[in-house]
């Protein structure tokens, strides 16, 4: 059998997912200068290329993996998965790590290394998950994997890009009619064009006619191939393995690892769900590695396996938009393009493909589950969108100039159970998961497993991995320790007291 590189839908798939890893780009940028003071020579001299290498050996491993896979299954329909700069890590490192430790130095390149050390471990941590990736795939049930990935896509991805499209109507409404035509149809647009294509050219055109995109600055000779080569790193980290700010924030680094290892491993079961079966071991391998080569050239960010497979497979792409999205990215971390292109295409035309992205794997959570089961993944929902409110309700207060902290979690006893969100939030994925677990586990009257989740949930709580936090000037941020959460450990304790007590009730039961 013969599979192409390129399937004429790689180039919707490829819009979709270089759309998304710009942002994470433009993240980075803005969010190492204002929050860690990093130099330009330093970001984009160092950091986006390391980010690059990482990117494009992923990309180009996933889009091979997937052509083995559709080879020896004969079949022409096998989408690689997507692949790039964890989000999560990058929000936790900057906020959580690296900035603290640029604000008690006043050093940008001590924050960087220690972000750099953090990325490594992190990437460690995920190449030890892949070892029992496959046993924790097989005693989780799908619906917990797919409740998560759904509360993510119909908060973090749909809401956010919703809300960006519909903050700006004129230039974003039109170019989603197209990719709603496109995807939800199936109607093909003349000679053939991409759905995504054509949204990102009208909503270019219409940005430019309407005035949105500001015309002074379109041509700066200094954004211009100003190319840059990766720069090994490796070195810098060495003298500060022993750091006190590496013992610090050591309960920061190792939660994060293990939680890009179950996110992977949602990412997976929902390939798997898609038509896709991947082995857990080399995914999770690889998704490893490439955080450890990000790191070693010079990069504080992890990569992932993404969200968001079953939504490229709909769209038509294969194995070739992993390859140009590797490239892409490579190409505007090394020139440092980002600017121009920011300065051309607007956002706004091309993220209708992100907000369908999401709608597809919210439906995904509910029809590849089974149809009883439908109430589980509806409990895996919550945990993700207390997360999501507690981000609306921290970016308001910032806006407003005051915090949490500043004005203390009682102001909102009244209003809001702000104790409850920011303790369903802390660890959401785990939880997410839990509850999800506990939920299948009851609905098919298996007292034993559902008591067994809930003592893990207890412990996570008792050590502070889930529920746990502390109200901080620079925000909510996790406690780690004995008794951490005790009282949510308690509460899961009489979960499972009551499951044990129901499991041998019902075996009772049946033995008279």
């Known amino acids: 059998m013969t599979y192409p590189f390129f399937a004429r839908k790689d180039i919707d798939g490829f819009f979709g997912l270089a759309i998304d890893n710009l942002v994470q780009l433009i993240l980075i940028v803005s969010l190492c200068k204002m929050l860690c003071g990093m130099p330009d020579e330093l970001i984009f001299g160092v950091i986006l290329p390391g980010a690059a290498i990482s990117i494009l050996s992923g990309n180009f491993y996933y889009s091979w993996q997937a052509r083995r896979l559709a080879i020896s299954l004969q079949r022409d329909d096998v989408t690689a998965l997507p692949y790039g700069i964890n989000t999560v890590s990058l929000f936790a490192f900057i906020f959580f790590i690296m900035a603290p430790v640029y604000d008690d130095t006043r050093d940008p390149y ?58 700006k109507p004129i230039i974003a409404l039109f170019p989603l009619a197209f990719i709603l035509v496109q995807y939800f149809s199936k109607v093909r647009f003349p000679l053939g064009l991409p759905g995504g294509l054509i949204a990102i050219g009208i909503g270019t055109g219409l940005a430019w006619i309407m005035g949105y995109m500001d015309n002074t600055s379109i041509v700066n000779k200094d954004d211009f191939f100003h190319f840059t080569p990766p720069l090994f790193c490796g070195g810098s980290m060495i003298n500060l393995i022993q750091s006190k700010y590496l013992l610090q924030y050591i309960s920061i680094i190792i939660p994060m690892g293990v939680f890009n290892v179950v996110g992977s491993l949602q990412n997976l079961e929902s390939a798997e769900a898609a ?10 391998l690889t998704n490893g590695i490439g955080s450890v080569i990000a790191s070693l050239f010079g990069s504080c960010f992890p990569t992932t396996i993404y969200i968001g497979h079953p939504g490229w497979k709909a769209i038509g792409a294969r194995t070739g938009y992993s390859i140009l999205n590797g490239l892409f990215v490579t190409i505007i971390c090394l020139s440092g393009f980002i600017t121009v ?27 590849e589950t089974p149809k009883h089961h439908a109430m589980a993944v509806a409990m895996g929902l919550f945990p993700a969108i207390a997360a999501w409110g507690l981000l609306m309700v921290e970016s308001t207060l910032r806006s407003a100039e005051t915090t949490l902290f500043m004005i203390g979690k009682d102001a909102f006893t009244n ?32 007292f034993l497993m559902a008591c067994i989740w809930s003592l893990g949930a207890a412990f996570l709580s008792f050590v502070g991995v889930i529920h746990a936090y502390e109200l901080t000037p620079k925000g909510v941020v996790s406690v780690f320790g004995c008794g951490a959460a005790s009282d949510f450990a308690i509460g899961y304790c009489s979960f499972a007291i009551l499951f044990i007590a129901m499991h041998f009730y019902i075996h009772g039961n049946e033995q008279n």
């Open 415 to 446: 209003n809001l159970a702000i104790h409850g969100m920011i303790s369903l939030e802390r660890g959401f994925i785990f939880t997410s998961m839990i509850l999800a677990s506990i939920s299948v586990f009851l609905i098919e009257k298996n």
């Open 110 to 167: 001590m924050a960087w290394k220690i972000g750099m050390i953090a990325c490594f471990l992190s990437g460690i941590v995920e190449m030890l998950g892949a070892l029992i990736g496959s046993w924790l795939r097989r005693v989780t049930p799908r619906a917990a994997l797919l409740s998560t990935l759904a509360g993510i896509a119909i908060t973090f991805i749909s809401m956010d890009f919703a809300f960006k499209i519909f903050d």
């Open 341 to 367: 292109i920011l300065k051309i295409v607007p956002l706004e035309a091309g993220i209708g493909i992100l907000l369908w992205i999401g709608v597809v794997i919210v439906a995904q959570a509910f029809q």
């Open 275 to 284: 038509g896709d079966k991947y082995d857990t071991f080399p995914s999770l």
